[in-house]
């Protein structure tokens, strides 16, 4: 398996503690109350990674659940599969593995999981929507562009399809005051929206665009904070690979040596902080959930 991948696989691993912890109660139980008396819903997952949106759910929705995962890496899908599959043994279901696919039982409970290997922006080519309850999205849209979102979301609008989407990314704080925090972080984000090949990613404008255009479009928006907080001991490994990005992405958002030399003094500090346990990192989300009856 090439580096990429299993470095995404660990990172996936890792945050899926705090990515519940932060899941906006408020927004979930509008999404719960929506599909209350239901027994079976397709479930459409964009972006699906490791699969945790799945892992998180498939005990709270109805008993029977079909999840199409879209997700543009093979190998991290054929992973998500497999961690479902270890999980839900864990919880006592019989575990059917096929090729592209997993079958999960349990008394009354019958869970399929399908994945498709494309991007999920040519979803319409992908699934018939029209058999679709819910389409879900975690940390996905701040990476697309906002032309690319407006095509996407004007089809579930058009189609009248619920949209769950959680880990919008809104911004980043440390439990400092260091002047260099702020410039840095900025120099990040910067980064995050830089001119791609298929544009400007949405980066942190991504909550304000996605509750502006649904809004605007008259659909009902459910919408609020999620925070990640990591703290202490515990969150050393979460601050590091945070560390770790914002290290990767310093030759493209740092020009000039005497810069990059303050913010290499900058993440060596930091880095101390985090062995000395007094680092504390705050990134904000925003959770929305979007009906258009
Ligand atoms: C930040 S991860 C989030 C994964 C998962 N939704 C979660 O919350 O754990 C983003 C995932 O989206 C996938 N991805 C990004 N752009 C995509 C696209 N256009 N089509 C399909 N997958 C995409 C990446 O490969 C990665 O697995």
Known sequence: ????????????????????????????????????????????????GTGSNCLYFFEKFPSNQNWIFIEQEEKVSQYALNRLGIEADKR????????????????????????ITDSFLNLVDLVDL???????????????????????????LEKKLPLLTTL???EMDFNSDSPSDVVFIEKYESFMNRPQEFGKAMGKKCPRILVDFFQKQEATVEYGPSIWKLEGE????????????MEAASNQM???????????????????????????TYVQYYDLFVTNN
């Open 234 to 245: 515990s969150a050393q490994v979460m601050n590091h690979h945070l560390l770790n990005f």
């Open 1 to 48: 398996m090439e580096t990429a991948a299993l470095a995404s696989i660990h990172w996936h691993d890792e945050r899926f503690k705090y990515d519940c912890e932060a899941r906006n109660q408020k927004v979930e139980q509008a999404c719960f109350h929506h599909f209350f008396g239901k027994n079976e819903m397709t479930i459409v997952d964009l972006g699906s």
């Open 168 to 170: 919008n990314y809104a």
């Open 130 to 156: 029209d058999n679709v309850d819910l389409v879900m999205a975690s940390a996905v849209f701040d990476l697309i562009t906002f032309s690319q979102f407006v095509d996407f979301g004007s089809v579930l």
């Open 92 to 115: 006592g279901y019989e575990v059917i593995h096929g090729e592209r696919s997993l079958a999960l039982k349990k008394e009354d409970r019958n869970i399929t999981i399908e994945y």
């Open 254 to 280: 740092i020009e000039e040596e005497e810069e990059m030399m303050l913010f290499k003094d900058w993440i060596t500090s930091k880095r101390e902080s985090i062995e000395d346990e007094v680092l504390s």
